[in-house]
């Protein structure tokens, strides 16, 4: 799935959305091309309840929420009250129903590694979540972390374009943080062709754009491409 991290973006206006778009119409418009979308508004504060429920309402049943962690969570190393505030994290996206996607936590590169947090963390989520990590300081970029996630069933966030991007390809699923602000049409097929691999290698792969103006353009583009190369396997009944 590729998407960009959010939508109600007024510079989108011309170039994706419609110049008279109103505000409240953006998500059904994006939903309508593109099928998934990173909310990063949760990262500063809990939605409230009437949001997420407006944002579902808006996007057909297929589409699908990534609900990145509030820095609460993430962004204070000794995670005071973290039972709390995984609790309301955990209302916030019960919201999202059957369209929550990943559940993406970021930590900052000021954060290196430390034994036990992500165990910390994992074992006060709720069992049906897909769980993403995105770390930006290089000591967390080892073998033996990526092996604990997968183990888990999370998924290592690569940063394209970061300054710590992170290790490629490794997860029990594939999440992708396009950040670049620019994407040649030659980048894009490279990046095309490697998700078909994940893809056809049996794992998901959700893929983000940073959010500048052309970053809609560029996940259509890429969306395009995949869904044209990549083949699923069809199996019929003996």
Known sequence: MVGTSGFAYSSWRGSFYPRRLKPAEMLGFYAQRLETVEVNTTFYRTQPEEVVA???????????????????????????NLEEAIRVLALEANGFGDQLGPVLFQLPPTAPFDAGRIERIAALLPSHWRVAYQFRHRSWHTPQVADLLERMGAALVHGDGEAEPGLLGRGAFIYLRLRRETYSRQRLTSWARRITGYLEGGRDVFVYFKHEKLGPLYAQHLADQVRTSFRPLVQTAL
């Open 54 to 80: 407006g944002w579902v309402r808006a996007v057909p049943a297929d589409f699908r929420f990534a609900v990145k962690a509030h820095r609460r969570i993430t962004h204070n190393r000794r995670m005071p």
